[in-house]
């Protein structure tokens, strides 16, 4: 038995008590409610105010915003499917798995992107300006949203070419390993996480150093760039954890075989949900610009004329 199957049968032995469910299920909510509502005010906060959506910088955060929010919310609606339905169809499990897969590959490299951005700033000032448009932004966010679906999409066609079509209409407990089973694609996932963790490091550490020199200038933008740097690199860390999410169950799965529903909910929470609740934090509430007029949406305030 391969470590993937073997995760599935001991979720399938060891479902958790009621009162264990509900606790559980409180704590999503309760984490869901606020991560939503910090985000929707940092969406209503970018739409309302021309200074952020006509600045690359912003549009990059928008953009980590959404896709972490699409993330949170694909992550939550699979964990109570979990615990109501237990197993759903193959076909619907695919979609929630694919929206996940794009939610999480697109995060490190938008964060790749935010380092870089930073980079120009504090290196090129006299040239930020005509390298780093909205169009050309936009232009990167669609070049990020292809290189995901170049590295997801495979795993579609493989299980579609692969497995008879009664599969997709059979019920699973919905995982990735589940819905797409074949060895190949677990496989190909390796190799895309290795090159991820390679190339979005480098793009980290090479910023981060550059402006380190710059810094030394007692430029105050250069050292705030470099804190920013050395937060993405922080961030990309959490998110990285999700690459190592495979070894990670298997070894707990050995050591803790009875508790291993536990340690499956306490890997989604650190993984998947801690990572994305720290974006808002990090940049939203850490500028300057953002939280002048973040505090008017998320404490309800209104301007008065």
Known sequence: MNASSAN??????????????????????????????????????????QIFYMNP???????????DLIL?????????????LYKIKVS???????LALFATENTPLNLACMAVECYIAICFPLRHVQICTVRRTLMLIGLMWMTTMVSVLPDLFIALATEQLDFFHSRVFCLRETAFRNPYIMRKRDVTYIVYLVLVWLVIVFTYFRILFTAQTASRDAKKARNTVLLHGFQVLLCMAT???????????QWFPKNFSDTLFACYIIIQIFPRSISSIIY??????????????????????
């Open 72 to 84: 949170v919310t694909v992550t939550i609606i699979l964990f109570f499917m979990s615990y109501i």
């Open 57 to 67: 910088r912003y549009i990059l955060f928008f953009h980590l915003v959404v896709i």
């Open 243 to 253: 690459y190592v999410e495979p070894l990670l169950k298997s070894a707990l799965l």
């Open 284 to 305: 939203g509430i850490r500028d300057k610009t953002f939280r002048k007029y973040l505090k008017r949406y998320l404490f309800c305030k209104v301007r008065t004329q």
């Open 8 to 49: 599935v049968t001991v979720v399938i032995q060891y479902r958790d008590s009621f009162t264990k469910a509900v606790t559980k299920g409180v704590i999503v909510v309760v984490i869901g409610i606020s991560i939503h509502y910090i985000n929707a005010g940092l969406i209503q906060t970018f739409r309302k105010h």
């Open 92 to 98: 619907i499990c695919c979609v929630f798995i694919l």
